[in-house]
């Protein structure tokens, strides 16, 4: 089972766009819009217990993530995950449906990828602005973050539902996803 570790940070496109250009990015896959939908029991189980169940769809790819709870480190989110590639997205809705899930939370974000050293870097375009998820090894992730100088943007862990329920604290955000649109 892998092993995710990924933290995000707030950067203006503008500092994405010049330190991708300095540091020589490799491009693994062009910007693309992504629509992602979270499932779970109508009881919320799978939230009680720090998991996720995520369908997503990136562009003609979709696929079906299980994520389990969250190590308690407050520098970098790890999680064990598990992914398959699914070839009927109606399908697979149709039978977590069947297994009684329902869909609790939508968003979606236009994410390119890229890599630099062992580090995989999603820029992801959400309704809420820019994100940057660098993914890898914590070591190469920080030295990482140290050579680009993003050491004072704002570094989280959360996820992006997180990120959704403090702007609608906050006031910045009313609708009951985080999708574009009206």
């Known amino acids: 089972m892998l092993i995710e570790t990924e933290v995000k940070v707030q950067v203006p496109m503008d500092v994405v766009e010049a330190t991708r ?17 979270l ?11 720090g998991e996720l169940l995520r369908l997503r769809r990136y ?49 979606q974000k236009y994410r390119t990828l890229y890599r630099h050293g062992d580090v995989h ?9 820019v994100y940057v998820e660098l993914e890898g090894p914590p070591e190469a ?6 050579a680009f100088r993003w050491e004072a943007w704002p570094r989280t862990t959360a996820t992006y539902y997180e990120i959704f329920q403090a702007a609608v604290r906050e006031g910045r955000w009313a609708r009951a996803d985080l999708t574009f649109g009206d």
Do not use: C, Q
């Not at 109508?42 to 939230?47: A, F, M």
């Not at 870097?121 to 602005?129: F, M, N, R, S």
């Not at 992730?141 to 140290?146: D, H, K």
């Open 121 to 129: 870097i999603a820029v992801d375009e959400t309704p809420l602005g």
């Open 21 to 37: 250009t300095a540091w020589a990015w490799r491009l693994e896959h062009p910007r693309t819009f992504e629509d992602n939908v």
């Open 39 to 49: 499932w779970d029991m109508p009881g919320g189980d799978l939230r009680a217990r």
């Open 141 to 146: 992730i920080e030295a990482s973050l140290r």
């Open 59 to 107: 562009g003609d790819t979709v696929t079906l993530t299980w994520k389990g709870r969250p190590d308690e480190d407050p520098a970098f989110k790890r999680r064990p995950e598990l992914e398959v590639t699914v070839s009927d997205e109606a399908a697979v809705a149709a039978i977590l449906r069947r297994l009684g899930l329902t869909v609790w939370f939508r968003y």
